[in-house]
T-cell receptor, first 111, second 112 residues
Framework: QQQVKQSPQSLIVQKGGISIINCAYENTAFDYFPWYQQFPGKGPALLIA?????SEKKEGRFTISFNKSAKQFSLHIMDSQPGDSATYFCAAQNTGNQFYFGTGTSLTVIP | GAGVSQSPSNKVTEKGKDVELRCDPI?????LYWYRQSLGQGLEFLIY????????KSGLPSDRFSAERTGGSVSTLTIQRTQQEDSAVYLC??????????FGPGTRLTVL
């Protein structure tokens, strides 16, 4: 059973556009929601994260929007660049420090 | 500073053989996680070590999989009698605080 559902599976965006990736969860015990960026041949790297006590967090061009009542959260990449082309994973952590990951979104930013 | 390292980077083995994958976490990190990443899939949790506590083994897919962490540092993931479905990238992550994981580059395992 997939604890965190992620969409879309792949995304193609023009340079300068906005990339949006969505995730949904069911377990209300989750209390930490990170996003990871993974380049080919590398391990995932933490990009940005949010806790459920806030509805939005912004770091540079990256923003997480969090809707606690809908149990959904999304990553927005503003002014997308070719260097942003990578696979993005959302995740959720429960109080037992266990992480559950989405299935990933392959983002391609076209110059 | 040094990040999480894993060895080998690639491992090709024959079905039925045992393999050992190694993870060197960041010095001082008390938590260590193992994940499996299959092609086109997300990260599947395998096992979690936290300090001297008993590990959380709830993600290990079968009794062919085991892991240990010696001296609270280096960890070894062992897969016995490997099967073709074990082919995947095995990722290790460590953390000092519970929420910030640092991942290694992974070991790509191919079972022929």
């Amino acid at each position: 059973q997939q604890q965190v559902k992620q969409s879309p599976q792949s995304l193609i965006v023009q340079k300068g556009g906005i990339s949006i990736i969505n995730c949904a969860y069911e377990n209300t015990a989750f209390d930490y929601f990170p996003w990871y960026q993974q380049f080919p041949g590398k391990g995932p790297a933490l990009l940005i994260a949010i806790r459920p006590d806030v509805s939005e967090k912004k770091e540079g061009r990256f923003t997480i929007s969090f809707n606690k009542s809908a149990k959904q959260f999304s990553l927005h990449i503003m002014d997308s660049q070719p260097g942003d082309s990578a696979t993005y994973f959302c995740a959720a952590q429960n109080t037992g420090n266990q992480f559950y990951f989405g299935t990933g979104t392959s983002l391609t930013v076209i110059p | 500073g040094a990040g999480v390292s894993q060895s080998p980077s690639n491992k090709v083995t024959e079905k039925g053989k045992d393999v050992e994958l190694r993870c060197d976490p960041i010095s001082g990190h008390t938590a260590l996680y193992w994940y499996r990443q299959s092609l086109g899939q997300g990260l599947e949790f395998l096992i979690y070590f936290q300090g001297n506590s008993a590990p959380d083994k709830s993600g290990l897919p079968s009794d062919r999989f085991s892991a240990e962490r010696t001296g609270g540092s280096v960890s070894t993931l062992t897969i016995q009698r490997t099967q073709q479905e074990d082919s995947a990238v095995y990722l290790c992550a460590s953390s000092f605080v519970p929420d910030t994981q640092y991942f290694g580059p992974g070991t790509r395992l191919t079972v022929l």
